[in-house]
């Protein structure tokens, strides 16, 4: 599967930007899709992902603020950033893996390329 991530740019704090991942090279609607950000200076983290069936999770930082949206018929995913706040600056990853939904839990494997958010103050 191949993943390109758009969307990302300059955002005052408390404004919002929604992300875009469109994916090629598989059967969309089987794959369980994430975002990950990594800020400079700290690790990767997976901030949302959502299920084939729809589930989603969210990490405590962006819960209530962010929601991950899938639309089989475009093949993209996509991710609504409200409330944005400084510490959300961060190139943001797409990638599709494994949702076990026994454990509520998501195994990215596959990447895309980064789109750069930046939230000024």
């Known amino acids: 599967v191949q993943l390109q991530a758009s969307g990302g740019g300059l955002v005052q704090a408390g404004g919002s930007l929604r992300l875009s991942c469109a994916a090629s090279?598989?059967?969309?609607?089987?794959?369980?899709f994430g975002w990950s950000r990594q800020a400079p200076g700290k690790q990767r983290e997976l901030v949302a992902a959502?299920?084939?069936?729809?589930?989603?999770k969210y990490s405590d930082s962006v819960k209530g603020r962010f929601t991950i949206s899938r639309d089989n018929a475009k093949n993209t995913v996509y991710l609504q950033m409200n409330v944005l706040l400084p510490e959300d600056t961060a190139v943001y990853y797409c990638?599709?893996?494994?949702?076990?939904?026994?454990?509520?839990?998501?195994?990215?494997?596959?990447w895309g390329r980064g789109t750069l958010v930046t939230v000024s103050s």
């Open positions: 990638n599709s893996g494994q949702y076990f939904v026994w454990s509520g839990t998501y195994s990215p494997n596959t």
């Open positions: 090279g598989s059967t969309f609607r089987d794959d369980a």
């Open positions: 959502v299920s084939s069936g729809g589930r989603t």
